[in-house]
């Protein structure tokens, strides 16, 4: 009997343990919802100078967080020793992470974010679900670089236009990315081939490849929609900025405009004639990308400039890695041939709620320094945003030489998109585009199924959209 | 003499407590006083542990219940409360189902297909020995039995990317082996990449992987019967077929439950080998997986409100699982002792 009564005993205390835990966890993720988010950023509280333009306080500690991609985290460190002689007392913690989105949600949510980060990569965080955390950067470019310029007068144009979202200077995209078709100079003289300029060109060039035994493409799973990429870039090229915007802005039927069908039904015809090296969609994309700068096994690529240095311990000697503007549809498109897509890659986001928001903006201006982003250019064979850091000789490489090429040749034809990273869409387009160079689709499954990606953001009222004009 | 001294202690409250029975109600109700001991043994024993497992197992699950329920984008701390139409949306989307197709799937054929084989080989090298003498395994087979363990040694990623290089198209091995055996048609095929082949392929790695140790499982169970049993059955006639169907199968059938749980959970989160094998969800999605596309929609789209809901389904999903593999087991006749 005893025995009973203390089993009954035990299971009313267990029983009420267990209320409990019903119960703590509910008011607590309410109490969490109104708590969380304090924090704050803490006013200048050292002097403003030429020399500290947005108040550091003096001995203060900058935390940056950089992602650790193709570029590495050394030009940072380069820029944060810089940073610390020009502020002595003052440190730069420098941190690399591959995962940004992962690593820091917490942070963001906690209140403590830290105060600069490279907000890039595969894993980068969505602008649409942070933008009103973010710092205007527009004293950034407002102020004076570590020489006595005002930064804004030391920068390409067009390189603010990416990382401005309804009108707010929310990213500072620090590295230029020329995108284009590479190609082996060697390679394509030794064969006697030329660069094609309309996608008609380039059906002959593959048939002249494939007796050879070559192919004209190759493609990594991963990557399939680098092809998009030049698929959309050709279009833009052939239907003008109309093209442009209907994607930007998500309309019902962007992906029918006759420009971008045009396309589709070229790199079809090319798809279905077998010029692409078969097996893509189950290559991995660095063994796909190897095929082509290593192998050999196929003639061009569509990629951004960061595939020299991707692939730079397997690029066979004496390659030259060239890069040229897509090819258009017409030899009469809307904007000229040389018309390019570049972008400003690599967004620093500085958080409003960090601690040291003031020493986040510095930590900025430093990188913006000639030095420091000559020495960008010359460890990471590409060009910063920064205007006059690429000698004429593009420190040895045929490709950073090719991109101040094509940049001065486009002129003022440079145009790029957001709607892809912004939106996220780059996950459920990979499938879609991966079908199609498989030759398992056609045009009108490549534009329904690409619709009706663009169709679900749209019509999601929880997505925040951002329009383009 | 000691269990008798101790029953007499015990008992010595009087004679009138001889007889349980008769103690008096009011002796029964009366509840002992709440000692130090005692709350501190409440506090250490069961406070302690229910404590840590309220902070990090249930909140979270409150927690991620009532995220499930809004429209939180995960890098601010506000959020509107929406209700159940994160549910309506994932229930709709054509992609989310068929991530939880790939996983249903998954959660049919892994777990047969891992314990028919690991049975197969447990059998073997236990009592699928020479049918003359005492039981035993096939020759060498404390050999295999070390040797199929092997892949359970290895972290799941290591063989995502071991087996994503094996398949490659262009210089991976199978189709490498393939093509010198004259089969030209396997030149440049893409095991992963093909809608047809992908989810196989992705399976047969997992199955690789597991085999091993459900395996080594069985043999352990199969090592509890006793080895008359098995030379009663052969002494009647039965061959090896017969043997594991009907003796080695009934008696090992709690492991064999077990596992079937196991490798059913594992096949209903799946993500290492996914996203390993091929992270963007494969050709058509076919191999995408929920914890996949829960992931996506957390980190790479900022809806971390509908990939809550994503995640509370995964668990619905699983304790349904559970309760069917329960039910058939029981149904099956599962409850009935046959061990004696």
Known sequence: MNVQQQSFARRGFLRGALAAAVLVPLAGSVASCAAGGGGGSTGPTGTVSDANPFGMADKSTVDAVIFKGGYGIDYVDFAGKAFESAHSGSTAKIAPSTDIAQELQPRFVGGNPPDLIDNSGAKAIGFSAILPQLEDLTSVINAKNLEGKVIKDTLYGGVLAPGTFDGKLAALNYVLTVYAMWYSDSFLKDNGWTVPKTWDDMYALGEQAKAKGKYLFVWGKEAATYYQEMAIASAIKEGGHDVRLGLENLKADAWSHPAIQSVFKALDKIVKAGHFKPGGSGTQFTAAQAQWSNAQEAVFYPSGSWIENEMKDQTKSGFKMTGVPIPTVTSGSKLPYEAMHSASGEPFIVPSQGKNVAGGKELLRVMLSKDAATNFAKTKLAPTIVKDTVPADGFGSTALVSQTTLLNAAGSNIFTWNFVDLYGMNKDQLVVWNTFLDGKSDVATLTSALQKITDKVRNDSSVTKIEVK | ?340
Do not use: H
């Open chain 2, 1 to 340: 003499m000691t269990p008798v001294k101790t029953r007499t202690s015990r008992n010595d409250v009087g004679p009138t407590a001889v007889v349980p029975e008769s103690a008096p109600p009011v002796v029964r109700r009366r509840r002992k006083p709440l000692t130090w001991d005692k709350v501190s043994f409440f506090g250490v024993f069961l406070g302690l542990p229910l404590a840590i497992y309220i902070v990090f197992v249930i909140s979270p699950f409150a927690q991620a219940f009532y995220y499930s329920m809004t429209d939180w984008s995960g890098f601010s701390s506000k959020m509107n409360f929406i209700g159940l139409e994160n549910y309506r949306k994932i229930f709709t989307d054509d992609i989310f189902m068929k991530a939880l197709g790939n996983n249903i799937l998954l959660v049919i054929f892994l777990p047969i297909i891992t314990i028919i084989l690991s049975l197969v080989l447990a059998t073997l090298v236990t009592v699928g020995g020479s049918s003359k003498g005492q039981i035993k395994g096939l020759r060498n087979s404390s050999f295999y039995r070390v040797v199929s363990f092997f892949p359970y040694t290895i972290p799941a990623i290591a063989i995502g990317i071991m087996w994503g290089q094996i398949y490659d198209p262009s210089g991976g091995l199978l189709n490498g082996m393939l093509t010198s055996l004259g089969l030209d048609q396997f030149k440049s095929y893409a095991w992963l990449g093909d809608k047809s082949t992908a989810m196989i392929a992705t399976m047969f790695v997992i199955v690789w992987g597991f085999v091993g140790f459900y395996m080594v499982l069985f043999v352990a169970g199969i090592k509890g019967i006793p080895a008359e049993t098995f030379e009663a059955a052969r002494i009647d006639g039965a061959g090896r077929f017969r043997t594991a169907v009907s003796i080695t199968i009934p008696l090992i059938r709690d492991n064999i439950q077990t596992a079937y749980i196991y490798m059913g959970i594992l096949a209903l989160d799946a993500f290492v080998y996914m996203a390993a094998l091929n992270p963007g969800g494969g050709p058509d999605n076919s191999t995408l997986v929920m914890a996949q596309q829960l992931f996506f929609t957390a980190f790479t789209k900022s809806q971390f409100g509908l990939a809550s809901a994503m995640g509370v389904v995964l668990a619905i999903a699983t304790l349904i699982f559970s309760g069917i593999v329960f039910l058939v087991n029981r149904l099956t006749g599962g409850d009935k002792d046959v061990s004696n």
